[in-house]
């Protein structure tokens, strides 16, 4: 063409050019359509609870609404106030479990109508569960023409769902569902109706691989050094036939069984994987946070590191097959499981990138590994710590503790964390405090004495730290956002239990006072079996309270950003209203204390393009919004609170977020208290209004 | 003195006897019920009797406190039914709301297992527990009078002065 025609069109594509860079961002940077959506427990395979959606943002938070809610009372035969689920959202539908009953349920994402629900009766063996109610959520799976929703029963039972009734897929399993009592290489005791072992964990699919850990009762006060053991499995998502399984405990002959002095490994048991699981598809590998051993607090019966006790496991998405391991905690003692969703980041660090797994930990800690070889990014040395003397028990020297990124929450207690309004208050605490033992991370239990120390006092074992509900990760800046109780305490201390409560040398438990087995909620709690004698306490009660008042100072939880290039608290804040225990209390009169935040375990954060969003667990009534609860929304970036807007009841579910017909919804689970289990769905109010 | 007015007499002071004790009784009575019917009723107008907490206690101690602890001090899933967390939890609400949480879930694993006055006498063991008053009357067991009794954390202002 000519010279002046070239011309021309060269100025037309420089014209076209300009005028594309300067369209409006929101016509150009359309979502991609999988953003939107959220197929995954926790958003994604990799566990980041993030979605990169901004509608709802710092400058319209305040504006949002009721949008529509779900009650569950009727999904079951009574209603639940445990609703900790977090619900799906794929093609416009909601799916997730609830009620007591742990029914999987179908909604329309616009409107919260109801489309399906499915419920299994188990009759006797749903009543023994040991993990019974609606659990924490399911898995959808699509080959691009078939979708179907799988989960798991209280009773333990893989079911397998037609997204779109709701009905059982013939081909699945046995009619629809898989017995997962059946095939996991060992017999369940005593029986398959009450053998103990379930799950309550969303199951995770990758590459058309199901796999389901397993979760036992709660273990303070076992009845029994021997129990069931909690193997992980993988199962082929379209038929339900077993693919590998993992020994989180090793059989005779493998990896790690001489970790089980004297045998032990034969019939110690749980050591389960009760949390989310992570999936890294293309590099094929699962990643595995297991729980403690039987016995949280005594391992006489158990002696040795016991693998994989408290260990982050890498398997073979394909088979099963153990690619490295990392014990955060040898010979576990502290109930010290590890709680939550090992998150997948591919982070930079001193220039050299690196695929990494990282996992928040009810001690504080955020252990941080090259997830291909198990590597640490920063050393995690192994460092002495005190030795006990409990009868029988046995002590690992050392114990493992990151050099970065430093602690994101308490561990150990010192008479520096104790309550500090007044000096009259501090003063108090230590009269309590002094009944106990103190000390750093890793302090062992004692047996409790009357006339001693009732128990190693402790903060970041038990309740944790960040627990079950775990942390988010932001993929676009590599930072963590970890939501930790800071102020949860547990006095560990050791007592012989009658024989007819367990038939271990030591359970939890305080001198002078009866053992009463330990049971959460939705056990069976031996309902036709005549309870013990009372026998009187021989010791007065220590409560563990400063009339009234927490015994450690605040902030009683917080929400902490962790730059994961660099290894460093970006920042942190209290998160949760000052309880109102606190800011009504007469000895406090008068004092300006900042905002404490809440002493609870359950709550999980999500991570947004701006935003990091949670609710608080309890409920406050102050000055700005009558008895309920917030749900809270921060600047990423800096941690100051841009939003907040009111939920009737306190959160029991991680908030989850996804754009249906162009407007963005944020869902969350609130039960508890006086308030049975709903889902809530908040969007901002529609243009017409 | 003849029986024709001796009868008379003697029904005549039966009858003012019978009034007199009536009088004596009846205002009582109504006081009860305006008691019990009061709409600025609350836990600290002495709802509950101690008998009836002591019979709580024991079935407390029976079917609860393995999982609320012996001291409703909670256990680590269970709450604490005393303390701040607790009534931040019920401030504000009703005696009837409480009870019907007991009522429809706990036990948890059965909560066939206890009769509705068994769970009134469990509820007056944690308003005891609690240190709210005791008083003359029981804690009754329908949802509709326990809808009248706040659950109020403090004890309410009494002689409000009034309006201007």
Redo the contacts between chains.
Sequence with gaps: MDHQKFARRNRLLLWVTVVLICVPVPLRAQNHAKDKEWPSYAADLAGTRYRPLDQINASNFNELEISWRFNTDNLGNRPEYKLEGTPLMVNGVLYTTAGSRRAAIALDAATGELLWVHGEHEGARGAAAPRQLSGRGLAYWSDGKDERILYVTPGFRLVCLDAKTGSRIPTFGDGGAVDLKLNDDQIIEPDLTTGEIGVQSAPVIGRDTIIIGAAFREGYTPKSMRNNKGYVRGFDVRTGRRLWIFHTIPKKGEFGYDTWLDGSAEYTGNTGVWTQITVDEQLGLVYLPVESPTGDFYGGHRRGNNLFGESLVCVDLRTGQRKWHFQLVHHPLWDMDISSAPILADITVDGKPIKAVAQPSKQGFLYLFDRVTGKPVWPIPEQPVTVGSVPGEWYSPTQPIPSKPPAYSRNGVSVDDLIDFTPDLRKKAEGITAKYLLGTVFTPPVVSQINGALGTLTLGTASGGTNWPGGSYDPETHIAYIYACNACLEPIGLVQPPKEVSDMRYVYGTAGQEVKAVHGPGENAGADAPMPPQKKAASEYVELNVDGLPLVKPPYGTITAINLDKGEIVWQIAHGETPDLVRKHPALHGLNIPRTGQESYGVGTLVTKTLVIAGESQVTTTADHPRGAMLRAYDKATGKEVGAVYMPGPESGSPMTYIVNGKQYIVIAISGGAYSGEYIAYALPSATE | MNSRVAIPILVISAMAGAFNVFCWLGPRASAQEEQQTSESQSVWDGVYTEEQAKRGQGSY??DC???HG??L?G?????ALS???F???????TLG??FE?IR??M?????E?LTRREKADILAYILSFNKFPAGKNELRQQTEWLKLIKFE??RPERNRPSQP
């Design positions: 101690q029976k406190s393995i999982c012996d001291r001090n256990t680590g899933e269970a709450p303390g701040g967390r009534f931040a939890n019920w401030n504000g609400l709301d409480l949480r429809k879930t036990p948890q694993d059965k909560p297992r954390e403090s």
